[in-house]
């Protein structure tokens, strides 16, 4: 048990400060590594998306559909669906990889990284943890 002196502080009080700077650097540590991981992830899955190969070279997929005359109408058929399948996709891995950019931005610059866009307040760490590209805490969130 620990007895305080009239006036003195608690050592948790004094250097919580310390404290909290230490978690908040390791923690911006673990979110710019996950973030990094999860940006090389979607730029590949885009790539491929998008019918580029590791050196820029044509993947078997094509961004826009060819319709020569030697396809029929049912492979023309086909492609048209997978591609209209494909396209929310590609948006939504397009709109990710935006958010992690400006995640690891404002990491790499020490602007506000965890803090919601809509009203300036802190994001929880549980929802950092899962969504590490969050720009708004979970109430302007379900707005």
Known sequence: MTTLIKGARAPEKKYGWVINFIMKKDLLKKQKEKLLKEKEEIEKLLLNIEGKGKKGKENVKSKYLDFGEAIGLEE???????QVNILPVEKRLKSKLKNIKKALKKIETNKKYGSCEECNKKISQERLKIIPEARLCSRCFKK
């Open 76 to 82: 023309s058929a086909d492609e048209i669906e997978e």
